[in-house]
């Protein structure tokens, strides 16, 4: 099933590590090292129905969050990156929407995948996930900081050229 999410960038790692954890014939469990809570929901996803048969590779979502690929618009017309990210960009009274969304300092600089500090800077997954912007943001009072959610560490899942072979398509 297609899907996408929209305050939920570390879906699309978790969507790449299951496709290479299918493609080694791994269990993602253990490569993963996920937890009870994992296998318990695994189970009840099986009894309903919900778990696909055998191996099913995954399309990881679209990489569209906070100013990438999306754009909120308040009803007094101030331009955030996102509806969950109080950080206004400028205003649609002032300035056309495209161009707050191209050029804006705030835009621009969320887009950059470089600029995220921390865990989520060093991240091999971060063009594709990036973390939350808006709950680091929620966390810290600073967009580039760590997604405070996240419980991925950097370079623990190897695999590295199958990652960048599937993050760049």
Same mark, same amino acid.
């Given at each position: %099933?297609?899907?996408?999410?929209?305050?939920?960038?570390?879906?699309?790692? +978790?969507?790449? &590590?299951?496709?290479?954890?299918?493609? &080694?014939?791994?269990?993602?469990?253990?490569?993963?090292?996920?937890?009870?809570?994992?296998?318990?929901?695994?189970? &009840?996803?099986?009894? =309903?129905?919900?778990?696909?048969?055998?191996? &099913?590779?995954?399309?990881?979502?679209?990489?569209?969050?906070?100013?990438?690929?999306?754009?909120?618009?308040?009803?007094?017309?101030?331009?955030?990156?996102?509806?969950?990210?109080?950080?206004?960009?400028?205003? +649609?009274?002032? *300035?056309? =929407?495209?161009?707050?969304?191209?050029?804006?300092?705030?835009?621009? %600089?969320?887009?950059?995948? /470089?600029?995220?500090?921390? *865990?989520?800077?060093?991240?091999?997954?971060?063009?594709?996930?990036?973390?939350?912007?808006?709950?680091?943001?929620?966390?810290?009072? /600073?967009?580039?900081?760590? /997604?405070?959610?996240?419980?991925?560490?950097?370079?623990?899942?190897?695999?590295?050229? *199958?990652?960048?072979?599937?993050?760049?398509?």
């Amino acid at each position: %099933m297609s899907l996408k999410t929209t305050e939920a960038p570390a879906f699309r790692r +978790v969507c790449i &590590q299951r496709t290479i954890c299918e493609e &080694q014939g791994l269990d993602p469990a253990t490569a993963m090292r996920l937890g009870p809570d994992y296998r318990a929901l695994t189970a &009840q996803l099986t009894d =309903l129905g919900l778990q696909p048969d055998g191996h &099913q590779l995954r399309r990881p979502p679209l990489p569209i969050n906070a100013a990438r690929g999306f754009v909120f618009v308040s009803h007094t017309g101030e331009v955030f990156p996102s509806g969950f990210l109080p950080r206004s960009a400028g205003d +649609v009274h002032a *300035r056309p =929407l495209a161009e707050i969304y191209r050029d804006s300092d705030l835009f621009t %600089m969320l887009r950059d995948t /470089d600029r995220p500090t921390g *865990r989520c800077g060093r991240c091999e997954f971060r063009t594709v996930c990036g973390g939350s912007r808006p709950r680091a943001y929620g966390a810290t009072a /600073d967009v580039l900081e760590d /997604d405070p959610l996240c419980g991925y560490e950097p370079g623990t899942f190897g695999f590295g050229e *199958r990652v960048r072979a599937l993050i760049a398509g």
